[in-house]
C-alpha cells in the first residue's frame, strides 16, 4: 500500500470509530465539549484494531484507554458493547 493509501485507509478507520465513539460519549461531555473531545482516546483505539484478535481484546482495551485518559473508572463490561460495534463496522470495510 502507497502512504496515500495508508492514510487513506488511517482516515477511514478514524472515522468509523469517531462515529461509534461520540454516540456512546463515555464521560457524557457531548454535546457541549467540542467535537474532537475524543480523538486522542479514537486514535488509540485505531491503532488497537490491527493488534486485537477478539471482541473481548478490543473492549479490555478500550476499557484501558478511556481508563487512563479520564481517571474513571471503566470495565471491561462497559465497553463491551462499543467494542462490538467498532469490531462490526471495521470488519464491514
Not at 464521560?27 to 467535537?35: N, Q, Y
Not at 478500550?62 to 470495565?75: G, H, L, M, R, Y
Not at 462499543?82 to 464491514?92: L, T
Request: hydrophobic share 40%.
Amino acid at each position: 500500500m502507497s502512504n496515500k493509501e495508508l492514510k487513506e485507509k488511517y482516515n477511514e478507520l478514524f472515522n468509523l470509530v469517531k462515529k461509534s465513539v461520540n454516540y456512546w460519549d463515555p464521560i457524557g461531555l457531548l454535546p457541549s465539549a467540542p467535537d474532537d473531545e475524543y480523538d486522542m482516546e479514537i486514535g488509540r483505539i485505531v491503532a488497537l484494531l490491527g493488534k486485537v484478535d477478539s471482541i473481548n481484546t478490543l473492549a479490555e482495551g478500550i476499557d484501558e484507554i478511556f481508563t487512563k485518559a479520564f481517571d474513571w473508572s471503566f470495565t471491561k463490561e462497559e465497553c463491551l458493547p462499543i467494542a462490538q460495534k467498532i469490531w462490526e463496522d471495521v470488519r464491514k470495510i
